[in-house]
């Protein structure tokens, strides 16, 4: 027994330290090599972004009572959501998060909330997580992981690149009270979930890979933390551009244990609660 323990024991060693490996390149400026446009051009997106309405997101407001503070958001947006892509940019994910949230808390005054993000990014969203937290007075916590480094300085392709290379705690200073309530891990998803020591997962973001097979892995991890009540929260769940979150969403759906409710602003949404 001992002997098959020491087996598992080193094969786990083995594994971390390939995936640490593989999630070392991730240091080397993966968005960007050098700043990606001008400052008046990331102003322009800013405004155009900002200016953009979306109905469902409204509604949702209205029906929880709670919204974001928006010069709030879209003075965060443009330093960790606009950006130079190909598709539209949009951060109303923002306001969704900190809406649910907001409405889990006052419904369900919970004396510690316990958050699991999967896809930090710039820090967006966990920001707007942790502002629900602070805004409703409650004890809480962030757990963030993406393989993107935080205390590596690299180009984001954000407007802050024209001041040189940051580290992601140097990118979200601005916002150091909120970064307070957040802790910040770099590596792959189901890897580093697995050494978090979590016993509750109140609430979870979901937005790391987009395969189904990753999405549904990471529900699993999820689900066995949470109790009636609590939720998990779909991005991008928009058949065109991400068929393998529909499907897992699709799937989850089909289940007794969960009500999952859908959104379209801009893009798809989802999220789940526990029944």
Same mark, same amino acid.
């Given at each position: 027994?001992?002997?098959? $323990? ?5 094969? &786990? ?22 700043? *990606? $446009?001008? +400052? ?11 200016? &953009?309405?979306?109905?469902? +997101? ?73 502002? $629900?937290?602070?805004? +409703? ?9 993406? &393989? ?6 690299? /180009? ?26 957040? *802790? ?18 109140? =609430? ?14 990471? /529900?699993? =991890? ?15 769940? *928009?058949?065109?551009? =991400?068929?393998?979150?529909?499907? +897992? ?9 969960? /009500? ?16």
């Amino acid at each position: 027994m001992k002997l098959k $323990a020491y087996a598992q024991y080193a094969t &786990r060693l083995v594994r971390s330290g390939i995936s640490d490996r593989l999630d070392s390149r991730w240091n080397k400026d993966p968005l960007a090599a050098r700043p *990606t $446009a001008t +400052a008046e051009e990331f102003l322009s997106l800013a405004g155009e972004a900002a200016g &953009r309405t979306y109905a469902e +997101a409204d509604k949702l407001e209205s029906e929880t009572s709670f919204a974001i503070d928006k010069n709030w958001l879209d003075e965060l947006a443009l330093h960790t959501q606009i950006v130079k892509k190909q598709s539209q940019l949009s951060y109303v994910h923002g306001r969704l998060l900190y809406s649910l949230l907001r409405r889990y808390i006052s419904d369900n005054r919970p004396s510690f909330v316990s958050i699991l993000e999967t896809g930090t990014a710039r820090g967006f969203s966990a920001i707007c997580m942790a502002k $629900a937290l602070d805004d +409703a007075g409650v004890n809480g916590h962030v757990i963030t992981i993406d &393989r993107l480094p935080h205390l590596n300085p690299i /180009f984001w392709n954000c407007i802050d690149d024209l001041d040189g290379k940051k580290t992601r705690r140097e990118l979200l200073e601005p916002w150091r009270s909120l970064c307070d309530r957040i *802790t910040f891990l770099q590596g792959d998803t189901l890897n580093q979930i697995r050494k978090v020591g979590l016993n509750r997962v109140n =609430f979870a973001y979901l937005d790391a890979q987009h395969s189904r097979e990753d999405v549904l892995n990471e /529900f699993a =991890f999820v689900k066995r933390l949470q109790f009636k009540g609590d939720i998990v929260f779909f991005d991008d769940v *928009t058949r065109e551009q =991400f068929p393998g979150v529909c499907d +897992a969403v699709d799937e989850l759906e089909q289940r007794e244990d969960y /009500f999952v409710h859908r959104i379209r602003a801009g893009r798809g949404f989802a999220w789940a609660i526990r029944k």
